[in-house]
T-cell receptor, first 117, second 116 residues
Framework: AQKITQTQPGMFVQEKEAVTLDCTYD???????LFWYKQPSSGEMIFLIY??????QNATEGRYSLNFQKARKSANLVISASQLGDSAMYFC??????????????FGIGTKLQVIP | GAGVSQSPRYKVTKRGQDVALRCDPI?????LYWYRQALGQGPEFLTY????????KSGLPNDRFSAERPEGSISTLTIQRTEQRDSAMYRC??????????????FGPGTRLTVL
């Protein structure tokens, strides 16, 4: 089974609207972390937001929030008030494994977001 | 330094040649990772270092690929006898801690390798 599933190859959103990018994950480890990265056309990988499996509240970073539904194993990224500069590829990632030591990170295949003026 | 740096940014080589890709992590970062990213795909894990120790090399595709981090800082990924299928973006990432769940990786700009 895929560890990280991003089912939306491409998404469009109107400028200033909110958009949700889906991510589901698969793990049997109780301790894990979920990440979202942004990759603009320039190719860099920009860290956006992190959610730990034991965090009680959804993570937020400015216009980014992570809708963490543990029972459903989903970690959707919500971008509020979309801007043209948000057009990019977005990757969901998970790190898992025994706590207290090294954990491998697995990335999804990404969702390409295009913001329309 | 301010961020993770990689060199060269672009490398074009002929099939059969060896290449060495360099990564300079963020100062003080203990963990260093190498990934390969094909066009339109997410990064694929290659190998991981904790200080100078290579603790996981399970993602290296075959024995033509090797990596080292002799002094626990700069790392080199070497591909011997390159093949066209090795063409990809090779990314390095570093993180502050030992790779636990709270540990965020910061990526370098990558090296775009093209094997002719």
């Amino acid at each position: 089974a895929q560890k990280i599933t991003q089912t939306q190859p491409g998404m469009f959103v109107q400028e200033k609207e909110a958009v949700t990018l889906d991510c589901t994950y698969d793990t049997s480890d109780p301790s894990y972390g979920l990440f979202w990265y942004k990759q603009p056309s320039s190719g860099e990988m920009i860290f956006l937001i992190y959610q730990g499996s034991y965090d009680q509240q959804n993570a937020t970073e400015g216009r980014y929030s992570l809708n963490f539904q543990k029972a459903r194993k989903s970690a959707n990224l919500v971008i509020s008030a979309s801007q043209l500069g948000d057009s990019a590829m977005y990757f969901c990632a998970m790190r898992e494994g025994p706590s207290g030591g090294y954990q491998k990170v697995t990335f999804g295949i990404g969702t390409k977001l295009q913001v329309i003026p | 330094g301010a961020g993770v740096s990689q060199s060269p940014r672009y490398k074009v080589t002929k099939r059969g040649q060896d290449v060495a890709l360099r990564c300079d992590p963020i100062s003080g970062h203990v963990s260093l990772y190498w990934y390969r990213q094909a066009l339109g795909q997410g990064p694929e894990f290659l190998t991981y270092f904790n200080y100078e120790a290579q603790q996981d090399k399970s993602g290296l595709p075959n024995d033509r690929f090797s990596a080292e981090r002799p002094e626990g800082s700069i790392s080199t990924l070497t591909i011997q006898r390159t093949e066209q299928r090795d063409s990809a973006m090779y990314r390095c990432a570093s993180s502050l801690d030992t790779g636990g769940p709270l540990d965020t990786q910061y990526f370098g700009p990558g090296t775009r390798l093209t094997v002719l």
